[in-house]
């Protein structure tokens, strides 16, 4: 016999026995009715108060779904917003940097975005990206500069692209000045340390210390004058003529993004013989 047999045959029975019951003896006929009742009522209360928790928990838990679903959507519309932001800082640190530097008031600068740069190797040079309208220019020798100071200058050209030697590379050499004194000497770069240039050719007599900035003196026939070419880090004896001199450069070769390349035209070849020292 199955179960749901069972139990409405044992309802009918109770039935039966409370009919009963009642007809021959009224008052214990209620006393079992009320004792029969009583816990029959408490747990359908019990069972309505489950029903009702188990419907309040599911609408809390759909709230809560709801509220995490807009907290996530606000999070990317705020990382989005932060993303542009420095997007933005980025840029207008790069305007601002380079409203702050100076050059010469007949300088025509062109801003190019620099795509590579080896500043370790046996060479060190940058590639520089030209915008469509300047491919066609003319850039062998242009100074190239970023809104801290001096980068290098072109050695060759083409297909939308520059090459630039970097003031830091062995090769290269710029017509120097201590900016204090005004003391000229020769800077160029080291071979034991790529991060580090060499100002050669001052006299011991000379006063020069460290902490003294290093600009170009535009007596090379490449690079205009004022340009910041780095800071004097350590100055020595070297032998009986000269100081070995230090310099840490301006630029920092590690965070470029951005450089400008002068328009400045460098003195004729022709009429220097060779004399910027920088061989092509």
């Known amino acids: 016999m199955s179960e749901r047999r069972v139990a409405i045959l044992f309802g009918g029975v109770v039935v039966f026995l409370l009919a009963l019951l009642t007809a ?10 009320l004792w029969v009742e009583g816990p029959v009522k408490q747990f359908v209360a019990t069972v309505a108060e489950t029903v009702d928790r188990v419907r309040q928990g599911r609408v809390a838990r759909a709230e809560m779904e709801r509220e995490n679903v807009e907290l996530r959507e606000r999070v990317r519309e705020l990382e989005a917003a932060y993303a542009a932001s420095v997007g933005v800082r980025l840029e207008s640190d790069l305007v601002s940097k380079q409203l702050r530097y100076e050059p010469p008031a007949d300088a025509d600068l062109l801003l190019a975005d620099v795509v590579y740069v080896d500043h370790y190797s046996f060479r060190r040079t940058a590639i520089l990206r030209l915008p469509a309208g300047a491919r066609r220019d003319d850039w062998a020798r242009k100074p190239v500069t970023t809104a801290e100071g001096l980068l290098g200058r072109v050695v060759s050209a083409g297909g939308g692209y520059a090459r630039v030697l970097l003031v830091t ?10 900016e204090r004194t005004r003391r000229q000497g020769i800077v160029r770069g080291t071979r034991e340390d790529p991060g580090v240039l060499s100002l050669m050719f001052l006299p011991l007599q000379v006063d020069v210390r460290p902490g003294d900035l290093v600009v170009t003196a535009g007596i090379d026939g490449v690079f205009p004058r004022g340009i910041p070419v780095g800071t004097i880090t350590s100055v020595e004896s070297d032998g009986d003529l000269f100081h070995a001199i230090r310099v840490v450069p301006s630029v920092d070769l590690g965070s470029l993004t951005h450089a400008y390349i002068w328009r400045h035209d460098p003195v004729p070849e022709v009429y220097m013989d060779g004399g910027d020292g920088v061989s092509q």
Do not use: H, N, Y
């Open 169 to 178: 590379d062995r090769d290269s050499s710029v017509g120097a000045m201590v």
């Open 24 to 33: 021959q003896e009224p008052q214990r006929a209620g006393d079992l009715a």
